[in-house]
């Protein structure tokens, strides 16, 4: 039976507002904290920044967490495509009131579909190409601009439909040249890093344009060290640089309070594994401090 506004005095109304807050606020708190499990959405197979054998340094970095807070780790696998955030993050496991996972390790700061911490990493889009095939002089993106006219022409330019770098390329009136991409595929078992790891070293395409940490990943693996990756530098009419943070759901404060504070406490640790894996960072400055070179 409802109670009506006109028969719920103010005291009263504030006593049921309160008790409200109060009954919600535990659930959502204890959905990350159930049990000591620490619940990561993460994509199965998104080399360098996930995999399901654990090789990514998203999953290096939930490692620490997970040992931070002496909880056990668990995933949620799903491909972090259309509809991720909704059958990840925002999904209710079946007959219960309790959330499939409750922390993404990788989202842009501002993401539209969770409640974002602070970032942990500022990185940048990037070039990458094969050394000794006549590109060893672009040391800068504009340095692929100053090249002989017909070397030029001739470039295939590997590129993901709606990224910034196709902006870049339209602006030098090169999208004749593009090969294109698609950011998502219907195949889960297809990942954005294979523009680089298998088409560009195959020769398929002459310059791969990708994501900074797709490029220094498989450029810091290459035996031979053949991967040049070369940074856009932030431009003001383009947005190549973005923050990364990690994505809890909104209105779950307290347990982004403490994400955060994990951050803070492990960013030695967490800056020490993106190292490794080859990330091309921006510093305060917004300067590469970490050349994938």
């Known amino acids: ?23 919600a ?3 959502c708190v204890a959905a990350a904290e159930e049990g000591g499990v620490l619940r990561v959405c993460a994509d199965p197979n998104n080399l360098p920044l996930s995999h399901r054998n654990g090789a990514g340094f998203e999953n290096r970095i939930a490692e620490l967490f997970a040992r931070d807070l002496g909880w056990k780790l668990e995933y ?27 922390l993404v390790m990788g989202l842009p700061v501002g993401f539209e ?8 990493y500022r990185s940048t889009w990037v070039l990458v190409y094969v ?16 090249l002989d006219p017909v070397k030029l022409q001739a470039l295939r330019l590997g590129a993901f439909g709606m990224t910034p770098p196709v902006d870049w390329l339209a602006r030098h ?18 990942y954005t890093g294979e523009i680089v790891d298998k088409d560009l070293r195959a020769g398929k395409i002459d310059v791969a344009f990708v994501w900074g940490p797709i490029a220094g990943y498989f450029a810091s693996r290459d035996p031979e060290r053949r991967l040049a990756v ?16 990690m994505g809890v759901r909104f209105g779950e404060r307290q347990w982004k309070t403490r994400v955060e504070q994990l951050i803070d406490r492990n960013r030695e640790g967490i800056r020490a594994i993106l190292a490794a894996y080859g990330v091309p960072l921006l510093d305060d400055a917004q300067q590469v401090a970490q050349p994938a070179r």
């Open 76 to 102: 949620a696998w799903m491909p972090q495509r259309m509809g991720f955030i909704r059958n990840s993050l925002r999904a209710r496991n079946e007959g219960s009131d309790s959330y499939r996972c409750d």
């Open 113 to 120: 579909l969770a409640a974002t911490t602070a970032p942990y």
């Open 131 to 146: 050394r000794g095939q006549g590109l060893d002089t672009v040391a800068a993106p504009d340095d692929l601009l100053k």
């Open 230 to 245: 070369v940074p856009f530098a932030p431009d003001p009419a383009i947005k190549f640089d973005y923050a990364m943070a």
């Open 173 to 190: 009136h090169l999208l004749d040249q593009i090969v294109p991409y698609r950011p998502q595929t219907g195949d889960p078992e297809q």
């Open 1 to 23: 039976m409802s109670v009506s506004r006109r028969f719920l005095r103010p005291q009263g109304l504030l006593i049921a507002l309160v008790a409200v807050f109060l009954a």
């Open 25 to 27: 606020l535990p659930r």
